[in-house]
């Protein structure tokens, strides 16, 4: 127990310290500050320096945020673990984590940069796997990698831990391996920066800063690590690895971009390709999960893609000179990061809550919890009805800069094939926005209401008062961010002109627009609320006389919970309907006698990039391994023989260069 | 206040007053052609005074939510009233995107309203909420897509400037552009407040519908705002159908200050009762489709979308042809 006061001690430290650290990024975004700081420290290629601008503010603003959060519930989460797990290990890799992202965002040299990056990938492996029991070697792997059917939930939680951190691991280090090619054609390239490079050589660049910045931030087919790793990892660090660590990959991006400079109009539509597959097929495999923690993890695929396919809309505006539509799908992106952190910190924690309380976030086991964890469900609630973009919360806000840049685009366009590319992308981001309220409805109405599928919500406990303090925290943010619209875009208003450039009047043309538009939605959503509240008060009012009922059951008195609608059969149609996409699983048992006996019918909806990677990447290792085995027999003539054939061989190529 | 927004306001309360009558409308032309004596045109308001008169029933397993969804229900009608333009009037609170909140607020009014039958635990409304989360979020991109392709076309964000006053001249030069995008919107109009083919108001089995049983365990007044919040939905969708397909005569009411320019006033009040007229003849629209259809199998439902979707694609791609 001493050691989960040292804990209590990292909360007291971390939490007022990043919450001023916010502040100070908060003013400092708003008056544009740009600082800049060198060390005179020894690195091997570099040196190192840091910086402070609008544009990193952005990023900075969220992470100290999230950290504020996260070591506020640290200790209770800890007190939550398995008795005698390593405390001061895991108190130092979380600030490792927290502290690598804040000075990955301010690094203003690259190999400074990637030592930086590598530490914060690093660290979340060790958080990941020493969550359980200390114990002398990792646990053995789970031998599957696809474990999300209805079925499949008796894995036990180490071994389940595990295999996150690995997966995890090689994930980031694949995508580390892509940065350093990206980094190594830039330090070879010519010294007159990006404008006198070929073509070939900024494209190059590009797409391997998008693989490896894209397998951080967890786009569609690298988002491999993030349903496994989100899934494992306990309330405060899958709140600062959905929250925090993915806008890293963002940031990475946005700053890859600004070095390259305007760049060609390839890597506009690369960005809308990469963010339109990853925000539909997030989407659709986050529908279709029966597991709370993996359809939040789906779901920050499409969100990523969301913000990408903004990112790639501004840069095509750019190209055709529309800055209105430029900066509007800019800012869009920009605030999608920030509401995206919100929400899926507030929902990873409550949805914590709900492991910790029941050991289980398996939605086919969960239901009625609304009843037992009222103040957790609702801000579950605040949180779905959040990023399912519903109004007046804050990603509705992001979204609707983000469809009216596109609009923009298509109308200042118009004539050419940017316009087409710009409506496809709206009807995306329509259908996107579509599917996560269908996503949403289904985990938020199957967990939280109705009656209980499993006996195990009986012992639902309330969690402790750190916890409910930070959801409540971040609801409440959710909710102003919405409504606060005119103070948002004055905030990021200094980053945009990392997009736009200084084209002065039509810069100052769009921002008026902007800047005129967004109170008049704010006073919109207000008179909507208002509205709302008047007419509850005559509902109220109409209400006289109110009782309790039992449910209509269709005039059949037994209905029970397991009559309810179940994940599966909420998710079916959908499921049916998108078959080839999404290439579920379905079992349905056959019925042969006549009195059949108990059976299971239901689907999982495998993660097929995890299966194809594995497939393509370890499949082959695996074999050429299993073949070398033979190799190696233990007969001892026979590696006289080997050694014989490689002294021969020596010989003959030390002749060979001799001569 | 200016003479626009007067008349924008009073056009509001209009369409409060008169959006029950659309469903009333409906059913009539359905009896005509079937040639029944049918049901009396203000039934619903006869039948919300007497829901508003009674108790209110709740299921034992329900929470918060399922006494939230009747208010959102109506206060999303409202807020969208409040947005599509009624014709040339133009809207109360319009501004450039409004088109995205008006979307946005009948999903929140959905949101509740399927965590609602969600929350009473029932087999049937759980049905009844996964069948319209499904069905809606194939509409939604359409319902969004098609303001949108008239404000690429228009060059403004609203719905008042982009759809509420068309100019007769532009409407006739480009009659197939406006029809496709009024198909369009028609379909959606149809799938979104569960008419047929889309769903049966009218069934009495649990198993075939979609938005009534998910209201199946309101009742009182509870059911009585949820009545009226369809009957707002369908009612401002009417009014959105109606602006694609009635132009605007002669040039522009309104001045830039929204004052009324002189001698305009009787064609003011001649296109409002154009809109007027439109919107019931949307109502007569769905009614005859009604009549002649029967509802489709539940797999067969997406189609109505794809179709919507196919129309509203053409109109896209026929403004950017011509563009």
Redesign the interface.
């Known amino acids: 127990m001493r050691a989960a006061e040292d804990a209590a001690g990292i909360r007291l430290i971390t939490a007022p310290a990043s919450l001023f650290a916010c502040c100070v990024a908060c003013a400092a975004l708003w008056t544009g500050a740009r600082e800049s700081l060198a060390l005179p420290l020894p690195l091997p290629l570099g040196e190192c320096r840091f910086a402070l601008d609008p544009l990193r503010s952005v990023f900075l603003i969220p992470t100290f945020l999230l950290v504020a959060v996260a070591s506020l519930v640290l200790p209770g989460r800890l007190a939550a673990m398995d008795e005698g797990a390593d405390y001061g290990r895991h108190g130092f890799f979380f600030c490792l984590l927290a502290s690598g992202m804040v000075l990955v965002v301010q690094a203003a040299d690259g190999p400074l940069f990637l030592i930086l990056w590598e530490i914060m990938s690093l660290a979340p492996f060790f958080l990941l796997v020493h969550n359980g029991k200390r114990k002398k070697s990792l646990p053995e792997p789970a031998p599957k990698p696809h474990r999300d059917g209805e079925g499949g939930h008796g894995s036990p939680a180490a071994s389940d831990a595990a295999f996150a951190g690995r997966i995890y691991l090689v994930a980031a280090h694949l995508g580390a391996l892509f940065l350093l090619l990206a980094f190594a054609c830039w330090e070879t390239g010519a010294a007159g920066g990006p404008e006198t490079w070929t073509p070939a050589r900024a494209r190059l660049i590009f797409i391997a800063t998008l693989i490896g910045f894209g397998a951080k931030c967890g786009l569609f087919p690298l988002h491999v690590w993030m349903p496994e790793a989100h899934a494992a990892a306990p309330g405060h660090v899958a709140v600062l690895m959905s929250g925090a660590m993915l806008n890293m990959g963002v940031y990475g991006l946005v700053t890859t971009l600004r070095l390259l400079g305007p760049g060609d109009l390839l890597f506009a539509y690369i960005l809308m390709g990469a963010g339109a597959l990853s925000g539909l097929f997030g989407i659709l495999a986050a529908s279709a999960q029966s597991d709370m923690k993996r359809v939040l993890a789906y779901s920050s695929a499409e969100n990523m893609g969301i913000i990408l396919l903004a990112l790639g809309a501004c840069l095509l505006a750019l190209q055709h000179d529309a800055q209105q539509a430029a900066l509007l799908a800019a800012a869009g992106a920009l605030l999608h990061v920030w509401n995206h952190s919100l929400c899926k910190s507030l929902l990873f924690l409550t949805a914590n809550a709900v492991k910790e309380s029941l050991h289980t976030t398996l939605i086919p086991r969960l239901?009625?919890l609304?009843?037992r964890l009222?103040f957790t469900?609702?801000c579950f609630?605040a949180g779905s009805?959040a990023i399912?973009?519903?109004?007046p919360l804050n990603c509705?806000l992001s979204?609707?800069l983000i469809?009216?840049g596109l609009?923009?685009g298509?109308?200042a366009t118009?004539?050419t094939e940017a316009?087409?590319v710009?409506?496809a992308a709206?009807?995306?981001l329509?259908?996107i926005?579509?599917?996560s309220?269908?996503t949403f409805?289904?985990l938020?109405?199957?967990t939280f209401?109705?009656?209980p599928r499993s006996g195990d919500g009986a012992h639902a406990r309330k969690p402790d008062a750190a916890l409910r303090a930070a959801a409540a925290f971040l609801a409440l943010l959710c909710v102003t961010a919405g409504l606060a619209a005119p103070l948002m875009f004055r905030l990021i208003r200094p980053a945009l002109l990392f997009f736009t450039g200084d084209h002065a009047p039509q810069s100052a043309e769009a921002l008026a627009?902007i800047e005129e538009?967004l109170p008049?939605?704010t006073?919109?959503?207000s008179?909507?609320l208002a509205?709302?509240a008047l007419?509850?008060l005559?509902?109220a009012r109409?209400?006289?006389?109110?009782?309790?009922?039992?449910?209509?059951?269709?005039a059949y008195p037994y209905?029970n919970?397991r009559?309810?609608?179940s994940a599966a059969?909420?998710?079916?149609?959908?499921v049916?309907?998108l078959k080839p996409l999404l290439r579920p699983r379905i079992t349905v048992p056959a019925i042969r006698a006549l009195f059949p006996g108990a059976a299971e019918a239901g689907f999982s909806a495998p993660d097929r990039p995890t299966e194809l990677w594995i497939k393509a990447l370890f499949q082959p290792v695996v074999y050429a391994a299993n073949k070398a085995k033979a190799l190696q027999h233990g007969l001892l003539n026979i590696y006289i023989l080997y050694i014989l054939i490689a002294l021969t061989a020596a010989l003959v190529w030390a002749l060979g260069v001799s001569s | 206040m200016s003479a626009r927004l007067l008349c924008a306001f009073a056009a509001f309360g209009f369409s409060l007053l008169f959006a029950p009558l659309a469903p009333g409308i409906i059913n009539r032309v359905k009896a005509v052609i079937a040639g029944r004596q049918g049901r009396p045109l203000l039934l619903l308001y006869y039948d919300l005074r007497r829901l508003l008169r009674k108790e209110a029933l709740y299921p034992r397993c329900s929470t918060f939510f399922f006494r939230l969804a009747p208010a959102v229900g109506v206060c999303a009608g409202i807020t969208a009233l409040l947005l599509v333009p009624f014709g040339p009037m133009g809207s109360c609170a319009g501004f450039p995107g409004d088109f995205v909140l008006v979307a946005g607020v009948f999903a929140v009014a959905r949101f509740t309203l399927m965590t609602a039958a969600m929350d009473t635990g029932s087999a049937f409304e759980g049905m009844g909420a996964a069948r319209e989360a499904f069905f809606s979020a194939l509409a939604e991109p359409v319902l969004l897509f098609c303001p949108a392709v008239l404000c690429f076309r228009a060059g403004v964000y609203s719905l008042a400037a982009g759809m509420g006053s068309i100019p007769a001249a532009a409407w006739f030069n480009d009659a197939t552009f406006y029809l496709t995008t009024g198909a369009a919107l028609f379909l959606v109009l149809l799938q979104e407040n569960c008419r047929l083919p889309a769903d049966d108001p009218d069934t009495h089995l649990e198993l075939t519908m979609i938005h009534e049983v998910m209201i199946l365990d309101h009742s009182g007044p509870d059911l009585a705002f949820l009545e009226y919040a369809s009957a707002l939905k369908l009612w401002t969708f009417c009014l959105l159908t109606a602006d694609m397909f009635v132009p605007l005569a002669g040039g522009p009411l309104f001045d830039a200050q929204g004052a009324l320019l002189p001698d305009a006033g009787g064609r003011a009040a001649f296109s409002a009762a154009l809109t007027f007229a439109g919107a019931v003849a949307v109502a007569v629209l769905v009614g005859l489709v009604e009549s002649v259809t029967a509802r489709f199998r539940m797999e067969r439902v997406p189609q109505i979308c794809a179709l919507a979707g196919g129309f509203i694609c053409l109109a896209a791609l026929a403004y950017w042809r011509t563009s």
Not at chain 1, 569 to 574: C, E, I, M, T
């Open positions: 239901g009625g609304q009843k009222p469900g609702a609630a009805a399912a973009g519903l109004p509705f979204e609707l469809y009216l609009a923009s298509a109308h118009r004539g316009a087409l710009f409506m709206f009807f995306v329509g259908s926005s579509g599917m309220l269908f409805t289904r938020y109405g199957l209401l109705g009656l627009f538009l008049r939605y006073c919109a959503a008179a909507a509205v709302f007419v509850r005559a509902n109409a209400r006289r006389a109110s009782r309790e009922c039992g449910t209509w059951t269709c209905g919970a009559m309810q609608y059969s909420f998710a079916l149609g959908l049916l309907f």
